[in-house]
Protein backbone atom coordinates (compact mmCIF):
# COMPACT_ATOMS: atom_id res chain seq x y z
CA UNK A 1 0.00 0.00 0.00
CA UNK A 2 0.96 3.67 -0.16
CA UNK A 3 2.72 5.36 2.17
CA UNK A 4 3.60 8.49 3.92
CA UNK A 5 3.63 11.18 0.93
CA UNK A 6 4.64 15.12 1.74
CA UNK A 7 4.52 17.99 -0.91
CA UNK A 8 6.05 19.75 -1.89
CA UNK A 9 9.90 17.59 -1.66
CA UNK A 10 11.73 20.69 -2.43
CA UNK A 11 10.27 24.34 -1.54
CA UNK A 12 12.57 27.71 -1.79
CA UNK A 13 11.31 31.12 -0.63
CA UNK A 14 12.08 34.32 0.41
CA UNK A 15 11.75 35.69 3.90
CA UNK A 16 9.08 36.71 5.33
CA UNK A 17 7.17 34.73 2.63
CA UNK A 18 4.29 32.26 4.40
CA UNK A 19 4.46 28.33 3.52
CA UNK A 20 2.27 25.29 3.47
CA UNK A 21 3.80 22.37 3.71
CA UNK A 22 1.35 19.35 3.49
CA UNK A 23 1.59 15.51 4.78
CA UNK A 24 -0.61 12.47 3.97
CA UNK A 25 -0.18 9.78 6.31
CA UNK A 26 -0.85 6.06 5.66
CA UNK A 27 -4.91 5.00 4.97
CA UNK A 28 -6.20 4.17 8.45
CA UNK A 29 -3.50 5.91 10.85
CA UNK A 30 -5.03 7.85 13.79
CA UNK A 31 -1.86 9.41 14.44
CA UNK A 32 0.24 12.02 13.12
CA UNK A 33 3.62 13.67 14.20
CA UNK A 34 5.64 16.50 12.48
CA UNK A 35 9.56 16.76 12.80
CA UNK A 36 11.97 19.02 11.65
CA UNK A 37 15.89 18.69 11.20
CA UNK A 38 18.07 21.07 10.69
CA UNK A 39 21.78 21.18 8.90
CA UNK A 40 23.78 18.72 11.45
CA UNK A 41 21.20 18.54 14.26
CA UNK A 42 19.15 15.36 15.07
CA UNK A 43 15.52 15.41 14.59
CA UNK A 44 13.13 17.77 16.73
CA UNK A 45 9.89 16.77 17.52
CA UNK A 46 7.26 20.04 16.32
CA UNK A 47 3.27 18.62 16.55
CA UNK A 48 1.56 15.72 17.21
CA UNK A 49 -2.02 14.35 16.11
CA UNK A 50 -4.54 12.35 17.45
CA UNK A 51 -7.52 12.29 15.09
CA UNK A 52 -7.65 16.06 14.44
CA UNK A 53 -7.09 17.44 17.37
CA UNK A 54 -3.44 18.55 18.48
CA UNK A 55 -2.90 17.94 22.01
CA UNK A 56 0.66 18.60 22.27
CA UNK A 57 1.68 21.85 20.12
CA UNK A 58 5.31 22.23 22.71
CA UNK A 59 7.31 21.61 19.89
CA UNK A 60 6.22 24.57 17.63
CA UNK A 61 9.12 26.94 17.72
CA UNK A 62 7.39 30.04 17.52
CA UNK A 63 3.96 31.03 16.69
CA UNK A 64 4.96 31.68 13.35
CA UNK A 65 4.31 27.92 12.90
CA UNK A 66 0.80 26.22 12.91
CA UNK A 67 -0.66 23.01 12.19
CA UNK A 68 -4.18 21.59 11.45
CA UNK A 69 -5.03 17.93 10.28
CA UNK A 70 -8.61 16.86 8.39
CA UNK A 71 -10.19 14.62 10.30
CA UNK A 72 -7.78 11.56 10.04
CA UNK A 73 -6.11 12.61 6.70
CA UNK A 74 -3.91 15.00 5.49
CA UNK A 75 -1.89 17.67 7.68
CA UNK A 76 -0.61 21.17 6.85
CA UNK A 77 2.40 22.88 8.45
CA UNK A 78 2.42 26.17 7.90
CA UNK A 79 4.94 28.69 9.00
CA UNK A 80 4.20 32.24 8.11
CA UNK A 81 7.07 34.86 8.04
CA UNK A 82 9.37 32.83 7.09
CA UNK A 83 13.12 33.22 8.46
CA UNK A 84 16.27 31.44 7.36
CA UNK A 85 16.54 29.77 10.50
CA UNK A 86 13.32 28.17 9.36
CA UNK A 87 15.46 26.15 6.66
CA UNK A 88 15.39 22.47 7.58
CA UNK A 89 13.78 19.34 6.27
CA UNK A 90 10.45 18.78 7.42
CA UNK A 91 9.06 15.47 8.03
CA UNK A 92 5.78 13.76 8.82
CA UNK A 93 4.70 10.48 10.08
CA UNK A 94 2.33 8.65 10.98
CA UNK A 95 0.92 5.52 13.18
CA UNK A 96 -1.89 3.53 13.30
CA UNK A 97 -2.67 4.65 17.28
CA UNK A 98 -0.80 6.07 20.16
CA UNK A 99 -1.33 4.80 23.16
CA UNK A 100 0.98 1.49 22.72
CA UNK A 101 3.87 2.33 23.81
CA UNK A 102 5.53 0.21 21.19
CA UNK A 103 3.53 1.87 18.11
CA UNK A 104 5.98 2.15 15.34
CA UNK A 105 6.01 5.60 13.43
CA UNK A 106 6.05 5.36 9.36
CA UNK A 107 8.23 8.59 8.08
CA UNK A 108 7.45 10.12 4.84
CA UNK A 109 10.51 11.22 2.40
CA UNK A 110 10.44 14.80 3.82
CA UNK A 111 10.20 18.51 2.25
CA UNK A 112 13.45 20.14 2.02
CA UNK A 113 12.38 23.96 2.53
CA UNK A 114 15.36 26.88 1.92
CA UNK A 115 14.68 30.33 3.01
CA UNK A 116 16.95 33.05 1.20
CA UNK B 1 14.47 14.52 29.72
CA UNK B 2 16.10 11.60 27.77
CA UNK B 3 19.82 12.30 26.41
CA UNK B 4 20.63 10.35 23.49
CA UNK B 5 23.79 9.68 22.32
CA UNK B 6 25.06 7.93 19.45
CA UNK B 7 29.13 6.48 18.66
CA UNK B 8 30.55 6.81 16.10
CA UNK B 9 29.11 10.36 14.54
CA UNK B 10 30.95 8.95 11.46
CA UNK B 11 31.91 5.30 10.32
CA UNK B 12 34.10 4.59 7.45
CA UNK B 13 34.02 0.74 6.45
CA UNK B 14 35.27 -1.27 3.59
CA UNK B 15 32.76 -3.45 1.61
CA UNK B 16 32.64 -6.37 3.77
CA UNK B 17 33.31 -5.36 7.23
CA UNK B 18 30.87 -5.72 9.91
CA UNK B 19 29.85 -2.64 11.80
CA UNK B 20 28.81 -1.78 14.76
CA UNK B 21 27.08 1.67 15.46
CA UNK B 22 25.97 2.61 19.51
CA UNK B 23 23.42 4.35 21.02
CA UNK B 24 22.79 4.81 25.18
CA UNK B 25 20.35 7.04 27.12
CA UNK B 26 20.18 8.41 29.86
CA UNK B 27 16.22 7.40 31.23
CA UNK B 28 14.27 4.33 30.98
CA UNK B 29 12.51 3.61 27.80
CA UNK B 30 9.54 1.49 27.00
CA UNK B 31 10.94 1.21 23.00
CA UNK B 32 13.85 2.08 20.73
CA UNK B 33 13.68 2.66 17.40
CA UNK B 34 16.68 2.31 14.61
CA UNK B 35 15.78 4.49 11.81
CA UNK B 36 17.68 4.47 8.30
CA UNK B 37 18.25 7.88 6.42
CA UNK B 38 19.67 8.04 2.89
CA UNK B 39 21.23 11.30 1.27
CA UNK B 40 18.88 12.86 0.23
CA UNK B 41 16.04 10.62 0.76
CA UNK B 42 13.27 9.73 3.66
CA UNK B 43 13.78 7.70 6.65
CA UNK B 44 12.87 4.49 6.83
CA UNK B 45 12.02 2.63 10.51
CA UNK B 46 14.53 -0.56 10.68
CA UNK B 47 13.68 -1.99 14.29
CA UNK B 48 11.67 -0.84 17.09
CA UNK B 49 12.47 -3.02 19.79
CA UNK B 50 11.79 -3.33 24.05
CA UNK B 51 14.10 -5.72 24.80
CA UNK B 52 16.58 -8.21 23.48
CA UNK B 53 17.42 -8.71 19.90
CA UNK B 54 15.91 -8.72 16.49
CA UNK B 55 17.51 -9.18 13.18
CA UNK B 56 16.62 -8.49 9.87
CA UNK B 57 18.81 -9.58 6.91
CA UNK B 58 21.88 -8.44 7.82
CA UNK B 59 20.87 -6.33 10.09
CA UNK B 60 20.52 -6.72 13.88
CA UNK B 61 19.63 -4.90 16.28
CA UNK B 62 19.93 -5.36 20.30
CA UNK B 63 18.95 -4.12 23.45
CA UNK B 64 20.40 -3.75 27.05
CA UNK B 65 17.36 -2.41 29.26
CA UNK B 66 19.44 -2.05 32.27
CA UNK B 67 22.55 -0.67 30.75
CA UNK B 68 20.23 1.39 28.44
CA UNK B 69 22.46 0.91 25.75
CA UNK B 70 21.75 -0.34 22.19
CA UNK B 71 23.74 -1.46 19.39
CA UNK B 72 23.39 -1.63 15.47
CA UNK B 73 25.25 -4.58 13.68
CA UNK B 74 25.76 -4.97 9.84
CA UNK B 75 27.18 -8.16 8.47
CA UNK B 76 28.95 -8.18 5.40
CA UNK B 77 28.50 -4.27 4.96
CA UNK B 78 27.97 -3.08 1.44
CA UNK B 79 28.23 0.17 -0.08
CA UNK B 80 24.14 0.30 -0.09
CA UNK B 81 24.09 0.48 3.33
CA UNK B 82 26.17 3.74 3.01
CA UNK B 83 23.72 6.16 5.15
CA UNK B 84 22.78 7.68 8.78
CA UNK B 85 21.78 5.83 11.28
CA UNK B 86 19.21 7.09 14.04
CA UNK B 87 18.25 6.06 17.21
CA UNK B 88 15.20 7.44 19.16
CA UNK B 89 13.59 6.19 22.13
CA UNK B 90 10.39 6.12 23.27
CA UNK B 91 9.70 6.38 27.66
CA UNK B 92 6.56 4.86 29.01
CA UNK B 93 3.34 5.76 26.97
CA UNK B 94 4.64 9.48 25.70
CA UNK B 95 4.11 9.23 21.93
CA UNK B 96 7.58 11.69 21.44
CA UNK B 97 10.67 10.22 20.10
CA UNK B 98 14.12 11.88 21.49
CA UNK B 99 16.64 10.79 18.80
CA UNK B 100 19.93 10.67 18.29
CA UNK B 101 21.97 13.02 15.98
CA UNK B 102 22.75 10.06 13.83
CA UNK B 103 25.72 7.97 12.59
CA UNK B 104 26.86 8.59 9.35
CA UNK B 105 28.12 5.04 8.05
CA UNK B 106 30.38 4.90 4.38
CA UNK B 107 30.78 1.57 2.82
CA UNK B 108 33.84 1.78 0.03
CA UNK B 109 33.67 -0.65 -2.45
Known amino acids: GAGVSQSPSNKVTEKGKDVELRCDPI?????LYWYRQRLGQGLEFLIY????????KSGLPSDRFSAERTGESVSTLTIQRTQQEDSAVYLC??????????????FGPGTRLTVL | KNEVEQSPQNLTAQEGEFITINCSYS?????LHWLQQHPGGGIVSLFM???GKKKHGRLIATINIQEKHSSLHITASHPRDSAVYIC???????????FGKGTLLTVNP
Open chain 1, 93 to 106: ASSPFWQSSYNEQF
Open chain 1, 27 to 31: SGHTA
Open chain 1, 49 to 56: FQGNSAPD
Open chain 2, 27 to 31: VGISA
Open chain 2, 49 to 51: LSS
Open chain 2, 88 to 98: AVREGSNYKLT
